[in-house]
Each structure stands twice: as C-alpha cells, then as structure tokens.
C-alpha cells in the first residue's frame, strides 16, 4: 500500500506516469480528475424536445474550470456543442417559443448576454457591460430579457486627502470600514456595489435601469403574465447585515419603476415563481426561530401578496426548488430524502408524489447534495442525473413514469477506470439507539478475506447531507487501497426537522457518537484492520475530526481541514458575523463564554495524541486561517505531531481549482501513509 500511495503524490508533483513500471493501471489516480465533466443547469424547451445544459470540464494546461453549452433532443438525438470549445459559456435560457436561447458568454473582457437563434444558427451579442450580468428572464411574449447586475454605489468619503504632487508616489489610501459585514468568503473585501434589476430589448438595443435601492436585488426574476410586472426577492431592511435571513418578495411596475414588498414576515422569503394563469405566485421561505435547522417550505399567494398559505407544512422536509405544472393546480419539487435527491409533484393540498430519484452529482469532490430541473409545458422534466458510479449527466423523464439517461459524459474514462463499490448501511448510535445512514466505499478489486485500512470521511455544514452521489475525493481514497466510510450523523438534513435539530445549540455533541457508532458497524464486517483507523473531514467535518482526536485516541492519524477550533474567535471573525451567533449559539460570545469553549475543540487539544495535519486556504473567510493557526499552535505546544498545509489562493471551496483538489488527496494520503 505504501508504494502505491507514494506513487500517488509523485505522480502528481513531478508528471510522471502514474506506476513506476510499464503496466496500465485501470483505477482512478489524481491525473485523472482533469479528465471528469459533469452537467448543470439542464432547461428543456418550451415543446420538452430539447435540453440545453452547461457541459463542465477541466483545463490541464490552465488549471482552469470549463464551461460550453451543448444541447441533446429528449430522445437522446443530436448531442452537439452549441457554444466554441475556446469560449466560456453557462446560464442558458429559452425564449418562451422555443426558437432562442439567450446564454452567457464570458471572456477575457467581461461577460455578456448573448442570443442564438436554433433555426440557422445566428448567434448575436446583445449587451456591452461593465459586470457580469445573472437571473437572465425572459418576458412572457419574448420581447424582453431582465437581468441583474452589481452597480457602484458611490458615497461621500471619509476623509479627503490632500493633493498629491505631481509624479509623487503615495501609498494606496487607508480602507475604512464602518459596516458589519466587510469582506465575503470566495469574493474578497465587499465592494460598494449592488446588483440591480436591468430590462432589455431581445432583439438588441440599450439596457434600462430599473432599480437603485443600496442593496442586492436577487434570486430569480419572475415577470407576471402580461409582461408589465417583475417579481424578485431582496433583503431590504435597514438591519440586513444584523438580520441576513430576513428577505421578502418585491414586486417591480417596469413602466413606472414603483416598488412594492409583498410578503412581511420574521424570515427568509424567496425565489417567486407566477402560476400559469397569472394569478397566483409561489414562493418558498419558512417563519424564522433562530433554530440552527429549519425547513424551507412552499407557499403560495395571491400576485398582491394577500392570502398566503403553505402548502407543504406538513412535509418533513426541505422544499429546494419549484415549477409550476401547466394546469397550476400542483407544483413540481425538488428535496432531498435520505441522502438522496429526488423531484416530486405537490398539490396545492399538500400531497406528494414521488418522480424520479439520483438527482445531483454535480458536487464533484464529496458526495453532497446538488442539481437542479427545468419542466417543459408539456410536463416532461429535464435534470441531472448522477450516483456513485458517474458525475451529473442529463436526463428526462418519460411519458410512461421513468426517467431516460441521455448522456455519458464519463463513458471515455470509466470505460478503464474501475470505481469503488458503493455500499449503503444503516447503523444504531450507541448515544441514543438512533438509526443512521451512512455509506461504504470499497477499494476497487476489494478482497472480503483481506483486511483493509479505514478512512472516516465527516461532511461540513453541519446543516448538508453526504449521499447517493459519485465522490472523486472518496474514489481516490478507495483507489488508494482505503475502505471509506461517509455518513449522515445528527444535524445532517433529509432526515426531517427534529433529526437536523438534535445539535441546535449543542455542535459538536453526540453526533461524535453517530460517527463512532458508524466505524463500529464497520468494523464488525471483518475486513478492517483496527490498528490503521483513520478520520478526516472539512469545514463542519473539520470540527469534528479536531473533536474526536480530542476525545479519543484509536486513529492512527488525522487530517482536519478548514476548521473551526474556537467558536469565540470565529463568531467575531468568520464572514457571518450576522447569523452564527444568533442561529448557532444562544448569545454572543461575552453573554455565554462557558456555551462557546465547551463546544470548542481547542478545549480538548490537552487531550489529543493523534498525529494531526491541518488543511486550509489560505483566503478562507468563512472558516478563517486564524483558526488553523491556533489549533497548530496549540499542538506544537502539546508536543503532538502536526503539520499545517496552507493553499495558496484558496478560499473556503478549498478544492475549486483541479490541482487544489488533487493536492488536498495526495497530503491527506501523505499524512495517513506516514502514520500507516
């Protein structure tokens, strides 16, 4: 095992073959995550008898993620690129008659709206813009196309400096900062700058303005039946930044510019969508406790914002996505269910029928949830398809209640490439006697009389769900000769309301004992090899795995990526000062200090023994340096074994870039190898 593992990190530092002799390997090696594509955002036409969708891929050379946008009939018939392979492409939308699909295209100058015409081919660039533009819409009648985009918005400064002699080099002026939230996760310090609501000519000409409010208007822009109205979601009070969650829905005159807030209520209201008929608008959103899980659910309203009534409240779950069915009478719905994704009808009474299931695969490094489905008049659904065998490829469902897989993006790698066998298992906790569900990735050509190594892999969150999806990260682990074990512990969602809700005000607690219970199970099967048990995690799971090398000392090593080590310091310092002490904690830091360092793993370092790497970007807002820092400190200080790996360029989505990601693999095999 050691030889193949270090051929694993010298493969990828220095280009080399990947074995050391002349003979093909048929499992998967790190080069090879160059080599994956997977599907987005799959929009049927208006007749359901096309689908385009953004085509995703990876540049070896430039290290870059790709995006084309191909299209494929829904009888899986002519799959063909629709945008140059040299060109940057995503956010496909079809005019309302089927014949024009506006685009995104982006390019060394920016990004723009573009507009292709399916019948000949024309292909026209409508804008000229300073930003790039988002939530492309287009009008009911295909006259018009609303979109957003980021606008300066310029206010007086602090100070005026005096003038600067001419040829003088001065230092860069000091930044003041006199708002809560300064600086974003994965985009920096946060730029005076809002995304405002434009309107355009289809056929080309001058975009218009339509608003100037000193905040993001977002989400969706939904445009009523006769063409006159736009609906869209903003958070718009003057608390915002103390209040993230607390967004409504707006509804914009475009003759007039008049704004009107249709929903008023404590939490978060979105992503409206208009019936068919044009008189009613569903939307999701859920009345706000401060409870660090709670489910988003469906509403539906009048178009003035009266007679608001839920209509899935008595559905454990979270309601992620909507369309309206062509007759308004249900509505289609994406959820997740038990670490798998599925897409369901829902009556306006509430009542649920299940449609297809293996929605996703489009999170390519770990298992989590993702996808998306677009529904044409016809009802036909057009969505990514994806479980641990394959990324996200598209499908459609049938007329006679099935679904159709229409591509194979992989097909050219996983025709030689072997992947792990994928197994689920449900397990008690031994805290409470709680089932769990979990999942068991095997080596490829695994051996049951073998006895094997074992990597505990820990989602983040806390609030997500690992599933039914492919994992390059985890099939690289397993190619690597580790049996991997992934679960869902309690806070995981599609499990319902109360199973999220046993670690409100209590992360981490006894989901450590849901983790631990899992490698019980596991080890029961007999071909774990008890002496080489190992735990990594990131973000949430990064938490966790500094909790249990705090905790226990029976892994071998530890690899804790992008933690958090001391809730006190992060509440003030992380990029959501706004939600996490008030959803997560029950005060602020100098209200319960004693609540904030029981939780903290720096709490635990006195106990820990594990060797243990740290593992984070290096322009990681949401789970920042600092903490990583202390917690290698603190463990030098221990006298415990302990490397820090710092990603340059790297925020949160610590594996973003291709090369990120396989160097996140090939230090965590490192570390585990050296402890083997």
């Known amino acids: ?75 899986g018939q002519k799959h063909r690129p629709l945008t140059a392979s040299e060109q940057h492409s995503n956010r496909p939308r079809w005019s309302p008659n089927g014949e024009q699909l506006a685009y995104v295209r982006i390019g060394d100058e920016g990004s723009e709206i573009y507009v292709r015409w399916l019948e000949d081919g024309a292909d026209v660039r409508l804008t000229n813009l300073p930003k790039s533009p988002g939530s492309i819409s287009w009008s009911p009648d295909g ?56 309107v355009m000519p289809s056929d080309g000409g001058s975009a218009t303005q339509l608003t100037n409010d000193p905040f993001d208007h977002g989400g969706n822009l939904a445009w009523s039946k006769d063409g006159s109205t736009l609906f869209f979601s903003a958070n718009g009070h003057e608390n915002r930044d103390f209040e993230p969650r607390n967004s409504e829905i707006y509804r914009l005159d475009i003759r007039t510019r008049n704004v009107t807030m249709l929903t008023d209520r404590y939490g978060p209201d979105g992503a409206p969508v208009v019936s068919p008929n ?36 008595s559905f454990d779950r979270n309601v992620d996505d909507h369309y309206w069915a062509a007759d308004g009478s249900s509505l289609f719905i994406q959820y997740d269910d038990k670490g798998n994704t599925k897409l369901a009808r829902m009556t306006l009474d509430g009542n649920v029928t299940d449609l297809v299931m293996d929605v996703g695969g489009t999170s390519l490094g770990r298992p989590y949830s993702g996808g998306s489905f677009s529904v044409s008049s016809n009802g036909r659904m057009a969505f990514t398809l994806g479980t641990p065998e394959h990324p996200a490829d598209v499908a459609v469902t049938t007329a006679s209640g099935g679904s159709k897989r229409l591509t194979r993006l992989n097909d050219d790698l996983f025709a030689y490439k072997k992947v792990g066998e994928v197994e689920e298992i449900w397990y008690k906790s031994s805290f409470d006697g709680r089932d769990v569900q979990g999942w068991i990735c095997k080596p490829p050509h695994f051996d049951p009389t073998k006895k094997y190594p074992l990597i505990l892999e820990i989602h983040g969150g806390p609030f997500t769900n690992y599933g039914t999806r492919f994992s390059a990260e985890v099939q690289l682990y397993a190619a690597a000769g580790y049996v991997v074990l992934y679960t869902n512990p309690r806070g995981s969602t599609s499990y319902g309301e109360e199973f999220g809700n046993l670690i409100h005000h209590n992360y981490p607690g006894e989901d450590y004992d849901d983790l631990i219970s899992g490698v019980d199970a596991v080890v029961e099967k007999g071909y774990i090899d008890e002496e080489r048990l190992y735990v990594t995690g990131g973000s949430g799971g990064g938490v966790l795995t500094s909790w249990i090398v705090g905790k226990t000392d029976r892994f071998r090593a530890a690899v804790v990526a992008k933690p958090v080590i001391n809730w006190y310091s992060f509440v003030l310092y992380a990029d959501g000062p706004g939600f996490f002490s008030k959803y997560w904690f029950p005060g602020k830091p100098w209200e319960e200090p004693e609540h904030y360092l029981s939780r903290s793993p720096i709490s635990l370092v006195g106990n820990v023994t594990t060797p ?29 074994e302990t490397a820090m790996v710092r990603v340059p360029e790297a925020s949160h989505g610590i594996a973003a870039k291709p090369s990120n990601l396989i160097a996140k693999v090939v230090h965590i095999l490192a570390w585990f190898e050296k402890y083997s």
């Open 143 to 198: 006259s018009m196309i609303a979109f957003t985009m980021a606008v300066p918005y310029e206010e007086e400064p602090f100070v005026s400096m005096p003038k600067k002699p001419e040829g003088a080099t001065w230092n860069d002026p000091p930044k003041v900062v006199d708002r809560l939230v300064y600086r974003r996760d994965g985009s920096g310090w946060v730029k005076d700058e809002y995304h405002q609501i434009f």
């Open 1 to 75: 095992m050691k030889k193949q593992v270090l051929t694993f990190i010298l493969f990828w530092l220095v280009g080399a073959v990947y074995s050391q002799s002349d003979k093909f390997s048929d499992i998967l090696e790190p080069i090879n995550v160059f080599d994956l594509e997977y599907a987005t955002d799959p929009q049927i036409s208006p007749n359901g008898n096309i689908i385009a969708y953004v085509r995703n891929s990876k540049d070896i050379m430039t290290d870059a993620n790709l995006s084309q946008i191909w299209t494929i009939q829904s009888d």
């Open 612 to 640: 243990t790497m740290l593992l984070t970007g290096e322009e990681d807002y949401r789970t920042p340096m600092a903490e990583t820092e202390q917690y290698y400190t603190a463990l030098k200080l221990q006298g415990v």
């Open 278 to 313: 044009g008189s009613k608008i569903a939307y999701l959103g859920l009345d706000d406790r401060h409870q660090g899980y709670q489910l988003t659910r469906l509403y539906v309203m009048n178009m003035d914002g009266s007679m608001s009534q839920c209509i899935s409240c």
